[in-house]
């Protein structure tokens, strides 16, 4: 498939065009950029959603049936389930997630699973630019959808508009974790398995939390049983409350701002890895610095210092 | 205190010196190169342990009984316990962790809580350069300890020798998430709370995962209670055993440099994002840039390119 079919493709929101235009985004080939490009004035139109929290927390759960009640509407939605990334060999743990329901034969609903770094590390650029594709393809709700509650998790969802954050009674031991990034970011709360004991402190823990914190939007602490679809209505009447709360405001335009920015940062930080960072490792007497180094015949900062003078004087020369 | 006295109080081992320092390391000071400059030649004698795992599986009351026995063998023992940052503060969200026991008073322990992430982002380099410090301070052990099982703390686990991975029996149902990077960072694997139900289970879990990754050390699965002090003494022996298997082979050397070549990349990072990255963000007309794109009058790829053309071109140029 030509550049041109896929975003052809792509604009009347084939499936096969959108498969194919994501694999060559996540293989990083060199014309994904063209592609993102071309594309790139059919997007924003798309709203993203954040779906985060513990492991076991049942998102999975909750992202199928806010799909279902989206569906009913005749809303097209797409779902990118982000997977964490062995930092070993690079790949995604948990493989393509299949998910054994009826959302898979559903034309008006994309599924995805992409790893959560890139292939030269960092948070992979490859899911704001699937939502891009999606976006393009005409999905008005792109749920990005993370396992687990690490920095490279939290960053991934910031990209969303409205982030929901899902979690169960038995968590209340963790809120100290539970708390780092994750009360920073979320625009709604769900805690779900509401029927288990310890629901009801769970809520108060996190709406004390939330007193501690002066936000103009004060996000709502919903209870919800997954598994029976009870609560799933009333997660999508906040997400609808939270997009007009967002866009009555500034407030939308000032999330996508910084978004955006943060996608900028990455790709010159990818850039830099690629063609600087890359080239150093790979040069043929890159292991001695290091066996000096390790052997005290040098030091590190003596060693970056040579380095730089030979593979980016530009950078030596700018530091204060 | 200038200087040439804070390396001379380290050398001899000062408290003071050390905490200034640290504090100088995570403050950025101008000085903080030099300073590692000065000391680095006094380092290369410590053997570094990471501790990491799920939340609350008691890797703190692991590590207070594994420095305990190292102290009645009279060692020196430095404890970094590294802290998740949060992502719109930047600072650590525990705050200084402060251990209520006797370690506290004991001259021959140090303890300094640390954040993950430095000022700019990305993985701190305060924890590597804390690790330099006490090293050179003539601490013959430092643990680092992490909270949680995000990227980043992997990421910090990995710059030590032997690393220990503590779980509970309970957490069998989140062996997915637990997978993820842990499961190959482990040289040393402890199910903690070992009087609980489902302790076998769990090794035997572990113990089936391991089966599936080759290994030339196959890292051992322990059981331990560490409030009562059950399993510390096997713990401590199958760390010295690691410790001779990576020092009869050139593992150790291998490892180490693998560390180092981290940092140095960590380092170069940082210079990329202070000195490129951060003038950019920081410049009159980059709201402007970011609003044309979030209006679609231009899209990120045409705008990176002219800001790769404004601040640092010779990246353009270096592209493929």
């Known amino acids: 498939m030509n550049l041109h079919d896929m975003v ?174 994750i009360m920073e970011i979320g625009d709604l709360f769900v805690v779900n398995k509401g029927d288990r004991p310890g629901t009801e402190k769970m809520r108060l823990l996190i709406e004390n939390m939330l007193d501690l914190v002066h936000l103009d939007w004060r996000p709502p602490v919903l209870i919800s049983i997954g598994a029976e679809g009870v609560g799933i209505i009333e997660i999508v009447e906040q997400v609808n409350k939270h997009r007009e709360y967002l866009s009555s405001s500034t407030q939308l335009t000032t999330d996508r701002k910084k978004a955006l920015g943060k996608k900028i940062s990455l790709r010159l930080q990818y850039l830099f890895e690629q063609n600087v960072i890359k080239r150093i490792f790979e040069s043929s007497d890159f292991d001695q610095v290091l066996t000096d180094i390790i052997q005290r015949n040098s030091d590190p900062f003596t060693e970056v210092d040579k380095l730089m003078d030979r593979f980016c004087p530009w950078l030596k020369e700018e530091e204060d």
Request: charged share 20%; no cysteine; glycine share 12%.
């Open 8 to 181: 052809q493709g792509i604009q009347e929101g084939k499936t096969r065009a959108i498969a194919k235009a994501i694999s060559v985004i996540e293989r990083e080939s060199l014309y994904a950029n063209d592609l993102l490009q071309m594309i790139y004035s059919m997007t924003g139109n798309a709203y993203l959603i954040g779906i985060t929290g513990p492991p076991g927390a049942g998102k999975s759960t909750i992202t199928d049936k806010i799909v279902k009640e989206w569906r009913k509407q005749g809303r097209k939605v797409g779902i990118i389930a982000v997977d964490p990334t062995s930092p070993f060999s690079g790949g995604a743990i948990l493989g393509d997630r299949i998910r054994m329901n009826d959302l898979n034969t559903d034309p008006g609903v994309f599924i995805r699973s992409l790893a959560s770094r890139g292939s030269l590390g960092g948070l992979s650029p490859a899911v704001y630019d699937t939502a891009l594709i999606l976006d393009a393809a005409g999905f008005e709700y792109i749920i990005i959808e993370t396992v687990g509650v690490g920095q490279t998790e939290v960053e991934i969802v910031e990209l969303a508009d409205t982030t929901i954050v899902v979690t169960v009674p038995e968590a209340g031991d963790d809120i100290q974790t539970f708390k780092a990034g």
